[in-house]
């Protein structure tokens, strides 16, 4: 069965710090880019970062995270992660991985197939 899953997503207080994985499973997450998105209520998916497929060498993030969040890939585990530090309470909402061919933009519709949400909240 092919699956992109989420997690790692928790509560934490401003300033803190959290680590999202996105693994795969029945399916060779090398060949992919792979995006993290965020959506908080009421509000439209917005994209945070992406990261190129194979050596994920080239990375692209969002300028309201730039300097705090840093995408990366273990193609051993089959797994993307999203480290965050410096949360903030603006950074609260359900996180999404999704895979697309290139890194070309945060725009939601480039991204192909999407893996179920994790919810972060950044709150004192």
């Known amino acids: 069965q092919v699956q992109l899953v989420g997690s790692g997503g928790d509560l934490v207080q401003p300033g803190g710090s959290l680590r999202l994985s996105c693994a795969a499973s029945?399916?060779?997450?090398?060949?992919?880019?792979i995006g993290w998105f965020r959506q908080a209520p009421g509000k439209e998916r917005e994209g945070v970062s992406c990261?190129?497929?194979?050596?994920?060498?080239?990375?692209y993030s969002a300028d309201s995270v730039k300097g705090r969040f840093t995408i990366s890939r273990d193609n051993a585990k089959n797994t993307v992660y999203l480290q965050m530090n410096g949360l903030k309470p603006e950074d609260t909402g359900v996180y999404y991985c999704?895979?697309?061919?290139?890194?070309?933009?945060?725009?939601?519709?480039?991204?192909?197939?999407w893996g179920q949400g994790t919810q972060v909240t950044v709150s004192s």
């Open positions: 029945g399916f060779t997450l090398d060949y992919y880019a």
């Open positions: 990261i190129s497929s194979y050596d994920g060498n080239d990375t």
């Open positions: 999704a895979t697309t061919d290139f890194c070309k933009s945060l725009n939601a519709n480039e991204f192909n197939y």
